[in-house]
């Protein structure tokens, strides 16, 4: 099965100016990721951004770099611009690696291609993981998703869903439990025709309110495929704080001769 990887990367970024090229261990953090695109065993990679500066550190690591529309106001319709400008089939399989995720075991690349290659119905695939605490599930930056018995999506939220009715009766504060509840990984795999319907949609009523593009997806009817992933992501990076550890982590694996 062969696939392609669009790492969107936006330059601007309200909480981390200059995100994609924060050094990480003597790199950008965009390196690191593209290292990760390759080792998934993808026919291509390439890296979409809006910013001149972005390009030239990509090809300076000898990386492909795409400049792409800077009026994109998300990382898909950035993949969706590459996917016309290459010519790609509609039944083409191309994963979507978020420019921040320097931690991204390549195997959940592979996974989640792999997931959507499988139901021949889906039009876009994505992983999930066990929460691993209350206070996780009732965190709303870690989005939460349910599925039907099948495996595929009924729903995404910030919220935290499954809500617990007999282990929360007094209330948010008082929950205690979240059996059931799975963490949504920030990684997709997509039929190019799906891409191209998708960017084309305009945001949808649920998407605005929990600010979430993959709802659009859903409310339009189309079918997302949800599995399990193989092994735990590792963190992203959006602040300061999740810089500093990730600077740590990756030191840690670069020691381990990982």
Known sequence: MGFRVVIPARYASVRLPGKPLVDICGQPMLYWVHQIAQQSGAAEVIVATDDERIVEAVQAFGGRARLTSLTHASGTDRIAEVAQIGGW????????????????????????????????SAAIATLASRMGSLAMML??????????????????????????????????????????????????????????????????????????????????????????????????????QELALVRSLKATQIGQGA
């Open 139 to 240: 965190d709303p930056n870690y989005v939460k998703v349910v599925t039907d018995a099948e495996g595929r999506a009924l729903y995404f939220s910030r919220a935290p869903i499954p809500w617990g009715r007999d282990t929360a009766q007094a209330g948010m504060a008082s929950q205690r439990g979240f059996a059931g509840a799975r963490r949504h990984v920030g990684l997709y795999a997509y039929r190019v025709g799906a891409l191209r319907r998708l960017s084309m949609l305009p945001p949808s009523p649920l998407e605005q309110i929990e600010r979430l593009e993959q709802l659009r997806a859903l409310e339009n009817g189309m079918e997302i495929r949800v599995g399990d992933a193989r092994v735990l992501p590792g963190p992203h990076v959006d602040t300061e």
């Open 89 to 120: 089939a509609e039944d083409d399989i191309v994963v979507n690696l978020q420019g921040d995720e320097p931690l991204m075991p390549a195997v959940l690349l592979q996974q989640v291609a792999e997931l959507l290659e499988s139901h021949s």
